[in-house]
């Protein structure tokens, strides 16, 4: 069956770095992109970017372009999000989402993944 | 960005009420919307696709109805399993943008 399974929580301080990972089974890797959603403590769910795991390619939403850089290892079929110069408002859970579309038809996300709690803290 | 707007925040039903949620676009996205369900320290699950569409494996009792800006998500018959968050999402455009949610509780 499809699984998106995410690394563990993390914790970091103001300024660093985290990088999250996902990695999938129980389908075809590249044919399929990957989303990055993060949900803040008492916030909708926010919208990060998308990777296609095929050819690497990106698209970041402008709020995080230059902060995050989303990667994938097609050798492991896992997708990676760095997500850098960490503050205290980047704390929340982290989510990995498959669609076979990049927008419009089968855009949809079908799978999730349960989540990385990120927090950032002095 | 499109602005998703979700009402209500909360909802209080008794099990076998027809609940409804609302979400309004601040710009058409043609029926570009999905609709999920999302319980504390699980993964969200899709319900609704295409603002219409019932992903494979859910109950018949969801249904999601509407196109351009207004959309509704309906529980014809609350269940015990139902009570949850629920949100919506619109992908016409990037950025993707979410609903604030609804979260459906126990009266």
């Known amino acids: 069956q499809v699984q998106l399974v995410q690394s563990g929580a993390e914790v970091k301080e103001p300024g660093a770095s985290v990088k999250v990972s996902c990695k999938a089974s129980g389908y075809t890797f590249t044919g399929f992109y990957i989303h990055w959603v993060r949900q803040a403590p008492g916030q909708g769910p926010e919208w990060m970017g998308i990777i296609n795991p095929s050819i690497g390619i990106t698209t970041y939403a402008q709020k995080f372009q230059g902060r995050v850089t989303m990667t994938r290892d097609t050798s492991t079929s896992t997708v990676f999000m760095e997500l850098s110069s960490l503050r205290s408002d980047d704390t929340a859970v982290y989510y990995c989402?498959?669609?076979?579309?990049?927008?419009?038809?089968?855009?949809?996300?079908?799978?999730w993944g349960r989540g990385t709690l990120v927090t950032v803290s002095s | 960005d499109i602005q998703m707007t979700q009402s209500p925040s909360t909802l209080s039903a008794s099990v076998g009420d027809r609940v409804t949620i609302t979400c309004r676009a601040s710009q058409t996205i043609s029926s570009w919307l999905a609709w999920y369900q999302h319980k504390p320290g699980k993964a969200p699950k899709l319900l609704i696709y295409?603002?219409?569409s019932l992903e494979s494996g859910v109950p018949s009792r969801f249904s999601g109805s509407g196109s351009g800006t207004e959309f509704t998500l309906t529980i014809s018959s609350l269940q015990p399993d139902d009570f949850a968050l629920y949100y919506c999402?619109?992908?016409?455009?990037?950025?993707?943008?979410f609903g604030q949610g609804t979260k459906v509780d126990i009266k």
């Open positions: 999402q619109q992908y016409n455009s990037y950025p993707w943008t």
């Open positions: 295409k603002a219409s």
């Open positions: 989402a498959r669609t076979l579309g990049s927008g419009g038809f089968g855009s949809h996300c079908d799978y």
